[in-house]
């Protein structure tokens, strides 16, 4: 089953194409992420998933149907935590869930145990009847992920809702993420923070200008721009080291050696890390130091783009 | 369903709002208490019915004449001083400048009574006016019974006096006195600011980003858009209420024996507010600009509607700006309501009021169409 599916879509604003043309699948129960600097139509994307764009042209489908024909059923399956926290600061926590929930249809006792559920996934329970305005930024975005999940919805969308918190609420809410995703929710997730959508997601598609430029697991991402490893080993002295044993090692590429490092360039698809340690053990040169560098997804964004994910 | 959420969510926030209940609630009792008290001496409180006098021109049919006569004889006696005046031009013409004291100019032709009406003093005009229709109502069936069955007619006390007293002490028991008279002009200017709740709650829909969440959910436009009016008018209306209350049994003011009306009229002007604000919260993305237009205009309307000073003795341009003033027709079918008995305006002022309301409405539910908030 496809979460989400769109084909051929557009998106224009005046003269600027917010989304340019996309085709994109969202397999049920993957974390899928957004990944695209400022103003490269993640946003844009996911308000039209959740109805409050119109469609230019091309289609999207909500669990294979179309949400023109059945808006109603494209949002009962979304829920949707806005980039902008999106509560009412004169409401309890309690409350903003309740009002939520009631405009899904939610009623009586059903209402009462998935607002209690929404607040106890979020770490909120106790302060339920706390007015939402007297609540901490990490607290808010808490309650705005609880105001996206009481109806249950099949599909949970993130747009950036780790923006702006301390690292303790950030790490609550992806483990949040996780948890939703493992009691049976496809979640889509957007983000500038390359780390989280590394730890988290198990699909990433890569947007610039309304484009998606890239899609794969984070491995598939990474090879797209290298196919090999780098390891730096620092050592006291370089003067026994025999270049050919190392090159003769199954998957080395190439050696360099400067000052007191050698850097071995390997492929990524052999794992030789222990043979090459072995070499140097084994011929008692002593290692000060071993620095692997593997591309991450920044520097896959930056050779994609040509520019940096956050400016 | 969903309306009615929204609507309570609405009334809740409203009275929770330390700034909405200083505003609505706090801030026209300080108003009608400071400017009752201010102006207690200025405002007449005994109204004497002999200080009314009326010109009449007779060109009437014979019977009418006769009847018209014993009209003037009972008036007279209850103290309405009648001037017969010779030219009708002349009469009419007192009665638009007011030459002296004199309520109206009753002009007798044929069969046929002509009413010109003094618009400047609406208790006098009142007090003729009714005691004349009575007394048209009486004449008529007279006529009709004397026609169809002339037999009966000496059974009907044509030529007795009638019975007027009970009209008149029914018009003229009471003047506003200033507290009277602030306490529902305060309380129909302060619903004329509650236009700032309707701006409020559409743009604190856009600054909180809620808007947009709600049209997420399977709430539909149509009901966003009439929760919103129905939830800011009852808040509006709630926070009458507390007003009036205050002015009824703090202020001891009097509102009239008739508090129903008076209720539809607050209504209709709670809804052509609202209406007013929802649509200029939709016209204007920053709740300043708009709330500012509002706080610029509202002072001028209510000046010109009599908020602060009776315009009923206006005349001239001031009279005609006046009568635009949309705020003016609330108070005055109000004050015509409690104190003189009167409904002429009563339906006028609610048509105007809602007239307005729904071309707000409407404009308002056109900007919408547009996606997201
Ligand atoms: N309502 C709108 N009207 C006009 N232009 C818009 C509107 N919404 C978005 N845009 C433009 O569309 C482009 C994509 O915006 P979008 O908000 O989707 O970006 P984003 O990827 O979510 O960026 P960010 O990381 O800053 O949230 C931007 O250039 C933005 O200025
Ligand atoms: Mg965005």
């Given amino acids: 089953m496809k979460a989400v599916k769109f084909e051929r879509l557009t998106k224009r604003f005046g003269d600027l194409v917010a989304i340019d043309n996309v085709n994109l699948e969202i397999e049920e129960g993957e974390i899928y992420g957004f990944l695209g600097p400022n103003g490269a139509g993640k946003s844009t994307a996911i308000n039209i998933i959740c109805g409050l764009l119109k469609i230019d042209s091309g289609k999207v489908y909500v669990m294979e149907r179309d949400i023109k024909r059945e808006p109603d059923f494209a949002k009962m399956n979304i829920g949707v935590v806005p980039q902008d926290i999106a509560i009412y600061g004169e409401l309890s926590a309690y409350e903003n869930v309740s009002f939520f929930a009631s405009l899904y249809g939610l009623k009586g006792r059903e209402l009462k145990e998935s607002v209690d559920m929404a607040l106890e996934f979020v770490g909120l329970q106790d302060k339920a009847n706390w007015m939402a305005n007297k609540f901490s930024g990490g607290m808010k975005r808490r309650l705005n992920i609880a105001c996206a999940i009481a109806h249950k919805p099949k599909i949970i969308i993130l747009d950036e809702p780790t923006v702006g918190i301390d690292p303790q609420s950030r790490n609550h809410i992806l483990e949040s993420v996780k948890k939703l995703n493992e009691m049976g929710s496809t979640v889509i997730y957007t983000s500038h923070y390359m780390e989280e959508v590394e730890a988290i997601c198990t699909k990433i598609s890569i947007i610039d200008h309304g484009k998606i430029i890239a899609e794969g697991t984070k491995e598939e991402l990474k090879s797209i721009i290298t196919d090999t490893n780098t390891v730096m080993i620092t050592v006291t002295s370089v003067a026994n080291i025999d270049e050919n044993k190392l090159k003769a090692i199954n998957g080395v590429k190439s050696i360099d050696i400067d000052e007191n490092t050698v850097k071995i360039v390997s492929y990524r698809d052999v794992s030789n890390l222990d043979k090459i340690i072995h070499y140097f053990t084994s011929d008692g040169i002593a290692i000060k130091n071993i620095e692997t560098q593997t591309p991450d997804l920044e520097t896959v964004f930056l050779t994609l783009t040509g520019r940096k994910l956050r400016d | ?373």
């Fill in chain 2, 1 to 373: 369903m969903r309306v009615l959420k929204i609507a309570l969510r609405e009334i809740k926030e409203n009275f929770r709002s330390k700034k909405a209940m200083v505003f609505m609630v706090l801030f026209p009792i300080v108003l009608m208490t400071i400017l009752g008290f201010a102006f207690s001496n200025t405002f007449n409180g005994d109204h004497k019915i002999s200080n009314i006098s009326v010109e009449y021109t007779d060109n009437g049919s014979k019977e009418l004449s006769k009847g018209f006569n014993n009209f003037v004889d009972s008036c007279e006696k209850l103290g309405i001083r009648f001037h017969e005046v010779k030219e009708i031009a002349s009469g009419i013409n007192d009665v638009r400048n007011v030459k002296y004291n004199c309520a109206g100019y009753i002009v007798l032709r044929g069969n046929n009574i002509v009413f010109y009406k003094n618009d400047r003093d609406f208790v006098d005009t009142n007090i003729v006016e009714t005691i004349l229709k009575t007394f048209v109502d009486r004449f008529n069936v007279v006529a009709v019974v004397a026609k169809e069955n002339p037999q009966s007619l000496s059974k009907i006390n044509v030529s007795g006096n009638y019975d007027f007293a009970e009209i008149v002490s029914l018009n003229s028991e009471r003047q506003p006195s200033s507290y009277d008279y602030y306490s529902i002009t305060m309380l129909t200017l302060i619903i004329l600011y509650g236009s700032i709740s309707g701006i409020y709650s559409i743009n604190s829909e856009r600054v909180r980003n809620t808007g947009n969440r709600m049209l997420t959910t399977l709430a539909k436009k149509h009901e966003i858009l009439l929760g919103k009016i129905l939830g800011s008018s009852l808040s509006v209306f709630l926070q009458s209420i507390l007003v009036f209350l205050y002015s009824r049994f703090i202020l001891k003011a009097y509102w009239g024996n008739d508090i129903y009306t008076i209720t539809l009229i607050i209504i209709s002007e709670i809804i052509f507010s609202i209406s007013l604000g929802i649509c200029l919260g939709f016209l204007f993305k920053n709740s300043g600009v708009a709330s500012g237009i509002v706080n610029a205009i509202i002072p001028f309307i209510a000046f010109l509607g009599g908020s602060y000073f009776s315009v009923d003795a206006a005349v001239g341009l001031f009279k005609n700006l006046s009568d635009i003033s949309p705020i003016k027709w609330t108070n005055s079918a109000i004050l015509n309501v409690a104190f003189a008995n009167n409904y002429n305006d009563v339906l006028l002022a609610i048509i105007i009021n809602l007239a307005c309301a729904f071309v707000f409405v409407f404009l308002a539910a056109y900007l919408f169409r547009k996606e997201a908030f």
